[in-house]
């Protein structure tokens, strides 16, 4: 009875999506339903990873990252994991063929977490790709469904997207990224002096990154384009929400989407969609 093995182990995945981000669980709800076992996987096993860095004070967390690192490609390796989020993940990266080399970054960008608390230009680019732009091309791969000339050709705005997804994050959860765990993304911010000029600088790089991933987004398969271009549109309403915001107020609270207005923007797309203009 694999079969019930491989269903529990992606339900799995899906109740840590719902459970940890209410904007994307709705996101994968309109994608087409093939695809949302697969990005529900993949969710898992980041946010699985990224909790390891972020959340467990008490225990050894460099250790707990080298072990589920080596249990990550075990289960690739082997095809089968007792570990419920990696027998999902192993699933999806060798169904569609998701390359080592973007889950070698991302574990990358997580064990910088351990030790990195001020990035220079390099050091962000390099996190920026590890910890968001991959997770969009493990994604693409799954949209793609193995077609490479499709995925070559989406693949520098699916990196744009997760950018600026990550960048969004980045800048509504500055507060407790320095007072929790003393980081600070951004190139040559101060924290205690983040200014409205630094603050303008950095919604700059963040808009180009929007704009520059909307058109791959018109290019996706039809049964992907809906469910991306919702998550494009709830952070974009976050980021202009962000960007009418003074700096002292981001430094003193995180920002929000209420729930009424998520779904606002979910019937306006699912609308959009019905009527053919997307």
Known sequence: MMELYDQTTFECSKLITQRYSTSFTLGIKTLNKRFHYPIYSIYGFVRYADEIVDT??????????????????????????????????????????????????????????????????????????????VVGLMCLRVFCEGDKALYDSLLPAAKKLGSAFQKVNFIRDIKSDYEDRGRVYFPGVDFNDFSKSAKEQIEADIQQDFDDALEGIMRLPTGAKMGVYLAYRYYLKLFRKIKNCPASRIKEERIRIPDARKMGILLSTYFQARLNVL
């Open 56 to 133: 467990f004070h008490d225990f050894d967390k460099k250790e707990l990252l080298d072990n589920f690192r080596q249990d990550t490609y075990k289960a690739i390796s082997d095809g089968v994991s007792l570990n419920p989020v990696l027998h999902s993940f192993q699933a999806i990266v060798n169904e569609y063929h998701i390359e080592q080399e973007l889950i070698d970054s991302f574990l990358h960008s997580m064990e910088l977490d351990l030790t990195e608390q001020d990035y220079t230009e390099e050091g962000y680019d390099e996190y920026i790709y590890g910890s968001a732009e």
